[in-house]
T-cell receptor, first 113, second 114 residues
Framework: GQQVMQIPQYQHVQEGEDFTTYCNSS?????IQWYKQRPGGHPVFLIQ?????EVKKQKRLTFQFGEAKKNSSLHITATQTTDVGTYFC?????????????FGQGTILTVHP | NAGVMQNPRHLVRRRGQEARLRCSPM?????VYWYRQLPEEGLKFMVY????????ESGMPKERFSAEFPKEGPSILRIQQVVRGDSAAYFC????????????FGPGTRLTVT
């Protein structure tokens, strides 16, 4: 079955430093989504990437989808304490998967003030 | 527009009892997904339902677990004869379209089996 690897598992940064998490799939994807989950909270949809090589920005967050549509990254510039949480990439293989999404293990981000 | 509703938020059951978790999707959403999350782990897909139909239950344990999404009313995830290993957070999500579109999550039900 489809596997999604996300690294690193944990990341500790000082406030103001940058942060990047990477997601790699064993198969070519139809699209990839990113979610954020605050401690004790529920996942919240951030963005969906569909096109090969796509880059999208949301304020300090930059999302990229690889040319081969098998990997993706999320980069946060100048982290703030409000960025604390777990960031999940979520892979959609499409086709006959009927919308089933495969969650990566997540990267737990800690931001020290 | 109310978000995805789940109840109860916290549920304590003794081993052998039944747990029934409810999920009301966002208005206009006919696709519902259930996930299980263990502490500091990712979400594990359990089942995908569309009104009155189970589309994909490949993540559901073969025994004791069942799910439904009736024509009227919320989606229900039922766990019979709970065991300690069933203790986890169970999240429901809904989407306006299937085919891997973005999902909106409820606050989750934290199940504790004593």
């Amino acid at each position: 079955g489809q596997q999604v690897m996300q690294i690193p598992q944990y990341q500790h940064v000082q406030e103001g430093e940058d942060f990047t998490t990477y997601c790699n799939s064993s198969t070519t994807l139809s699209n990839i989504q990113w979610y954020k989950q605050r401690p004790g909270g529920h996942p919240v949809f951030l963005i969906q990437l569909v096109k090969s090589g796509e880059v999208k920005k949301q304020k300090r967050l930059t999302f990229q989808f690889g040319e081969a549509k098998k990997n993706s990254s999320l980069h946060i510039t100048a982290t703030q304490t409000t960025d604390v949480g777990t960031y999940f990439c979520v892979a959609n293989a499409g086709g006959t998967s009927y919308g089933k999404l495969t969650f990566g293990q997540g990267t737990i981000l800690t931001v020290h003030p | 527009n109310a978000g995805v509703m789940q109840n109860p938020r916290h549920l304590v059951r003794r081993r052998g009892q039944e747990a029934r978790l409810r999920c009301s999707p966002m208005k206009g959403h006919s696709h519902v997904y259930w996930y299980r999350q263990l502490p500091e782990e990712g979400l594990k897909f359990m089942v995908y339902l569309q009104k009155e139909n189970i589309i994909d239950e490949s993540g559901m344990p073969k025994e004791r677990f069942s799910a439904e999404f009736p024509k009227e009313g919320p989606s229900i995830l039922r766990i019979q004869q709970v065991v300690r290993g069933d203790s986890a957070a169970y999240f429901c999500a809904s989407s306006p379209r299937g085919q891997g579109s973005e999902q909106y999550f409820g606050p989750g039900t934290r199940l504790t089996v004593t």
